[in-house]
């Protein structure tokens, strides 16, 4: 069918953009705000478009208790942590639950997968008196096991899959042309699923980029605070001024850009990891 | 130019659209619906569960009690209760997903 340019076509992409437009607003609110001056951000009514572009909410929230650099080493720490757990525990379990025959393996997997359905909200209770006698609150390694926790089994579900769809040609060749069992691992099987390892730690960095009521459970020590952490703290605290809005709108959008820019840079991976684990 | 092929439209979509996407329509909604069980970060910073708790999501009640109250018992019974809520929401969309795969 020919493509004819009626006027259906223009309302489909004008209702388009209006629901872009409302759900950019708040981002292009916070970002607006993040650049005014404390006069402007804390002015009724506010304003809408900065009049003066200041950079002082972000010399505030540089300066803020601890001290930004502290808290994005901590959000930091905490994913990369997360991302390399995650790996380290999926690749090796996802690896032999795809090619190991190991009696019951459909079994161990979903039995794996089950963890899905117990939301951890449910557990943080126990989890927070496990971590308090193994001196593992107000610890980053906490926090990153209990995201690594979170991210498990969607990792291990992604990372299986893809190990399946190595074709097993690939790895008889490589043994027959005396490839160790840790060879043909690392250097065929590793390489071919690059893409579902990227996928694997993208979802794991945003996680525990974003994730607040494990670290507000984890971490109550200022110092071991996380950006979210902070910036809630940031929001509850009233000083003689009220809340500092544009500190806090400073501090948001400073904790979207890795977000936005990991999916950004990784966006051609991550959909052909996801396609590789599912069409299997 | 639209307004007369729009009663050809609707029926398409209520007799074929609908009800050959219900099930995953009906799976989108269950994963929303645990989604916001689950919710707790709006509730924690926007209201903070006043005026007199009455904006608390059960997530948010689970924390207020299990930490700042320090009642335990109470909200690892109630923790209890939102995994068993989750359950049954889980196990509905886990058959979903069987029936709609074959």
């Known amino acids: ?104 393996k459909e079994f161990i997997f979903v039995y794996l997968l089950l963890a899905l359905i117990v939301p951890y909200q449910s557990l943080l209770t126990p989890i927070f008196f496990m971590f308090a006698q193994w001196h593992l609150t107000n610890t980053l390694v906490g926090l990153a096991i209990v995201h690594t926790t979170i991210q498990i089994p969607f990792s291990l579900y992604i990372i299986r899959n893809s190990f399946e769809a190595v074709p097993r040609e690939i790895e008889e060749a490589a043994v027959i042309d005396g490839a160790s069992l840790f060879q043909v691992l690392t250097r065929i099987c590793l390489p071919a699923i690059r893409p579902a ?7 794991a960095f945003i996680t525990s980029w974003n994730e607040f009521l494990g670290a507000l459970v984890i971490m109550n020590r200022g110092v071991t605070f996380t950006l979210p952490l902070v910036l809630a703290n940031a929001r509850q605290e009233t000083s003689i001024g009220g809340t500092d809005w544009g500190m806090l709108q400073a501090g948001i959008t400073i904790s979207i850009i890795p977000c ?21 | 130019m639209a307004f007369p092929c729009f009663r050809e ?48 999501s059960l997530v948010f009640w689970i924390y207020l009690n299990s930490f700042p109250y320090l009642k335990l018992g109470y909200g690892a019974a109630l923790s209890l209760l939102l995994a068993a809520m989750v359950l049954v929401f889980t196990i509905v969309q886990l058959i979903l997903t069987q029936r709609s795969r074959t």
């Open chain 2, 9 to 56: 439209w609707r029926q398409r979509v209520v007799r074929i659209t609908l009800p050959l996407t219900y099930k995953t329509i009906l799976l989108v909604t269950l994963v929303s619906v645990i989604g916001s069980l689950l919710a707790f970060d709006q509730f924690f910073l926007m209201t903070a569960g006043q005026p007199f708790n009455r904006t608390a």
């Open chain 1, 260 to 280: 936005v820019l990991f999916y950004l840079l990784l966006q051609k991976y991550y959909v052909s990891g996801f396609t590789s684990g599912a069409v299997k």
């Open chain 1, 197 to 203: 390892i990227v996928t694997v730690a993208l979802f």
């Open chain 1, 1 to 104: 069918m020919p493509r004819r340019y009626d006027g259906r076509q223009f309302l489909v992409g004008a209702v388009c953009m209006a629901i872009c437009a409302v759900m950019l607003a708040p981002l292009v609110v916070s970002i607006s705000a993040s650049l005014k001056t404390a006069s402007e951000a804390a002015a009724i009514p506010p304003t809408y478009f900065t009049h003066h572009v200041s950079f002082e909410s972000y010399q505030r929230l540089w300066n803020y208790q601890a001290g930004l650099p502290t808290y994005l080493m901590n959000s930091g720490g905490a994913a990369f942590l997360t991302i390399a757990f995650c790996l380290l525990m999926t690749i090796p379990a996802g690896y032999a639950l795809a090619r190991f025959p190991i009696a019951g």
